[in-house]
């Protein structure tokens, strides 16, 4: 039901995709929005799992945020789906088609399920705990490449933490001076999708919420990759900050990390 939670709210997202004119939009924070767009695609998740299991319980920016608190997810017992509606709020509003619904299951605190539905290209990706990570329907592994030189690294900028770019930006001229290249597309699940699709050799990112990674977090370990918190630990759902990527290539962005901040 998570898939078909994910497929239905993408669906909504379609539906008013490229409506920047009319849309309605409200400043949350710092260049962090919510949209009527987000509160559909909510409902609309809230709806179909509700409905096919009212015992579990729903964790989200919009959908009970302080169930994610410093203990994490993992703390809650039961079945927990943590879902973010529409993550990439604001390409979504602009049009620029890098914006998904994501939905990690979690039972008695341990990620058992994901679902990443790409709003603009219909992709859906998927794993199970044991069962692989897959894009509609086929396997997906991590990136080969073990090359920093050839790898190209996905990010987050703290765009509405601003306090977090004196420790960023050693850390992008570090990455972006020994690879391929850096990406900033602005949805955090997609980017563990595309590191678990081998898009990406890695990803980092500062800080972000249990929602944004909880699906990612799944699929990126079930192709074949790592996901640690900056400090190295496993990461844990909850607000965090998130290295992924191949064994090799996580290996070497998580140590040239260190060093930029010496």
């Given at each position: 039901?998570?898939?078909?939670?994910a497929t239905e709210?993408?669906?909504?997202?379609?539906?008013?995709?490229?409506?920047?004119?009319?849309?309605?939009?409200?400043?949350?924070?710092?260049?962090?929005?919510?949209?009527?767009?987000?509160?559909?695609?909510?409902?609309?998740?809230?709806?179909?799992?509700?409905?096919?299991?009212?015992?579990?319980?729903?964790?989200?920016?919009?959908?009970?945020?302080?169930?994610?608190?410093?203990?994490?997810?993992?703390?809650?017992?039961?079945?927990?789906?943590?879902?973010?509606?529409?993550?990439?709020?604001?390409?979504?509003?602009?049009?620029?088609?890098?914006?998904?619904?994501?939905?990690?299951?979690?039972?008695?605190?341990?990620?058992?399920?994901?679902?990443?539905?790409?709003?603009?290209?219909?992709?859906?990706?998927?794993?199970?705990?044991?069962?692989?990570?897959?894009?509609?329907?086929?396997?997906?592994?991590?990136?080969?490449?073990?090359?920093?030189?050839?790898?190209?690294?996905?990010?987050?900028?703290?765009?509405?933490?601003?306090?977090?770019?004196?420790?960023?930006?050693?850390?992008?001229?570090?990455?972006?001076?020994?690879?391929?290249?850096?990406?900033?597309?602005?949805?955090?699940?997609?980017?563990?999708?595309?590191?678990?699709?081998?898009?990406?050799?890695?990803?980092?990112?500062?800080?972000?919420?249990?929602?944004?990674?909880?699906?990612?977090?799944?699929?990126?370990?079930?192709?074949?990759?790592?996901?640690?918190?900056?400090?190295?630990?496993?990461?844990?759902?909850?607000?965090?900050?998130?290295?992924?990527?191949?064994?090799a290539m996580h290996?070497?962005?998580?140590?040239?990390?260190?060093?930029?901040?010496?």
């Amino acid at each position: 039901m998570a898939v078909q939670a994910a497929t239905e709210a993408a669906t909504v997202l379609a539906a008013h995709a490229g409506g920047l004119a009319t849309l309605r939009w409200e400043k949350k924070g710092r260049a962090d929005y919510v949209t009527e767009v987000d509160r559909a695609s909510e409902r609309c998740v809230r709806r179909v799992l509700a409905e096919a299991l009212p015992e579990a319980r729903m964790l989200g920016e919009e959908l009970s945020p302080e169930l994610g608190g410093a203990a994490g997810a993992a703390s809650l017992p039961g079945l927990v789906f943590v879902v973010d509606p529409l993550d990439g709020t604001t390409n979504y509003v602009h049009g620029f088609p890098e914006y998904a619904v994501s939905i990690g299951v979690l039972a008695d605190g341990v990620l058992t399920a994901a679902v990443i539905k790409h709003g603009a290209t219909g992709a859906t990706y998927t794993a199970t705990r044991g069962g692989g990570a897959f894009r509609d329907g086929v396997r997906l592994g991590v990136s080969p490449i073990t090359d920093p030189e050839r790898a190209l690294i996905g990010t987050g900028f703290p765009f509405s933490q601003l306090e977090w770019l004196d420790e960023y930006l050693p850390q992008f001229a570090a990455i972006s001076s020994r690879t391929a290249g850096i990406r900033r597309a602005g949805s955090a699940a997609l980017d563990l999708a595309h590191v678990a699709a081998g898009q990406f050799e890695a990803f980092w990112e500062l800080t972000l919420a249990p929602w944004d990674i909880a699906a990612g977090i799944l699929l990126v370990r079930e192709a074949g990759g790592v996901v640690t918190d900056l400090a190295g630990a496993d990461a844990r759902i909850a607000h965090t900050s998130i290295v992924a990527g191949s064994p090799a290539m996580h290996a070497w962005l998580l140590a040239t990390l260190h060093a930029a901040a010496r």
